[in-house]
């Protein structure tokens, strides 16, 4: 994509710097003999009202402006986990997560829809 004008530009891959490629190569070795339907992945998003951009494009020299609202809005979060291509466990809360909510919709939740024998995979949120 050129931009007329100026000069391409970049789209940017964020990697954590705290990542370690072997014990993810390891951990895919691992779980590839694993039957699909045993693995269960699970993870929490969210979606805000309150989404704006701070960076613009301008003619050299010329000053960009932009407008935000000044009101904050309770940001809306699900939790869930997927077997296979299906969703199960879903959760929706307004507000962060921690570990008292993650627990409870682990044992409230979660391990009401689990089967014996599957395996949980979450990422290493502190939450968590």
């Known amino acids: 994509m050129r931009v007329s004008g100026g000069t ?19 951990f895919q070795e691992r779980i590839k003999c694993i039957a699909k339907d045993r693995l ?18 301008a003619q050299r020299g010329e000053k960009i402006q932009g407008e935000i609202s000044g009101k904050r809005y309770a940001r809306k979060n699900f939790i869930a986990a997927k077997v ?17 909510l993650f627990e409870t919709w682990v044992e409230k939740v979660l ?7 599957q395996l949980i995979i979450m990422d290493n949120a502190t939450f968590h």
Do not use: H, W
């Not at 391409?8 to 390891?26: F, G, H």
């Not at 269960?40 to 494009?57: A, C, K, Q, W």
């Not at 199960?88 to 997560?97: D, L, R, V």
């Not at 391990?111 to 024998?117: R, S």
């Open 111 to 117: 391990l009401q829809e689990l089967i014996p024998g």
């Open 84 to 100: 296979g291509s299906k969703i199960i466990a879903p959760m929706i809360f307004e507000g962060t997560c921690n570990s008292e």
């Open 8 to 26: 391409s530009p970049i789209k940017k891959t964020l990697l954590y710097k705290e990542r370690d490629e072997n014990l993810r190569r390891e």
């Open 40 to 57: 269960v992945f699970l993870d929490e998003s969210g979606i805000d009202n309150f989404v704006s951009r701070y960076f613009g494009r």
